[in-house]
């Protein structure tokens, strides 16, 4: 049996629901908008170079990076219980996890990209491969997604088990937090169609919080 240990602050929970809709926002801009093309090719070393890639990378980043902060709002929203803190705890740590890898995709990979397109050099791949699939860095990256994952899920048990708002409320999110390393082996329309799960599934939450908070 959990206890309250302090009253949500109705600012709190805003500044967390402003969070975690503009992850869900940040986070389907990132798989709706990021350029697809076949990465054994030069047009996927194109899309690689191309701005559009880093912007579309930089989107993602902020979206893992704000996750924590809403999960830590929601914490005292639905009274502080150990799953609570164990969904903050998994957010933030995915997150760092996570957000290393994509500092190599958004500027090491793309410069690598840039070279290979002036130079017109297909080869340049072999050595985008050979960065992206380091095992210390896709273990690094694979582990955070799978926190996130677990993340999620906890956040959505937390919620389930609170009357602080409706019992589903957390469940699109927590399956597009589930679904964030599964989906890089679908199509782009897999990965559009999970960006659109957990964008929704961040804004569902959100405005549970901030309707929460103006009954406070």
């Known amino acids: 049996?959990?206890?309250?240990?302090?009253?949500?602050?109705?600012?709190?929970?805003?500044l967390g629901a402003a969070a975690l809709a503009a992850a869900g926002v940040l986070f389907a801009g990132y798989q709706?908008?990021?350029?697809?093309?076949?990465?054994?090719?030069?047009?996927?070393?194109?899309?690689?170079?191309?701005?559009?890639?880093?912007?579309?990378?930089?989107?993602?980043?902020?979206?893992?990076?704000?996750?924590?902060?809403g999960f830590y709002a929601l914490r005292p929203l639905v009274g502080?219980?150990?799953?609570?803190?164990?969904?903050?705890?998994?957010?933030?740590?995915?997150?760092?996890?996570?957000?290393?890898?994509?500092?190599?995709?958004?500027?090491?990979?793309?410069?690598?990209?840039?070279?290979?397109?002036?130079?017109?050099?297909?080869?340049?791949?072999?050595?985008?491969?050979?960065f992206r699939f380091h095992p210390a860095a896709i273990t690094v990256f694979a582990a955070g997604l799978l926190l996130l994952g677990v993340s999620g899920i906890l956040a959505a048990v937390a919620i389930v088990k609170s009357d602080a708002v409706a019992s589903w409320t957390g469940w699109p999110l927590a399956v597009g937090m589930a679904a964030l390393l599964p989906q890089f082996f679908t199509p782009p329309a897999g990965r559009m169609v999970h960006g659109v799960i957990f964008g929704l599934g961040g804004i569902a939450v959100a405005v549970a919080m901030w309707r929460k908070a103006r009954k406070a």
């Open 80 to 130: 502080h219980t150990k799953v609570a803190t164990a969904a903050v705890v998994t957010a933030w740590i995915g997150a760092g996890m996570t957000i290393l890898y994509y500092g190599a995709e958004i500027f090491g990979v793309h410069e690598m990209a840039v070279r290979g397109v002036a130079t017109d050099d297909i080869t340049m791949l072999e050595l985008v491969d050979g």
């Open 1 to 14: 049996m959990s206890t309250v240990s302090s009253a949500p602050s109705p600012a709190t929970t805003r």
């Open 32 to 69: 709706l908008f990021r350029p697809y093309a076949d990465e054994t090719t030069m047009d996927g070393l194109k899309a690689m170079a191309s701005n559009q890639w880093i912007a579309a990378h930089l989107f993602a980043s902020l979206a893992y990076l704000l996750i924590p902060f």
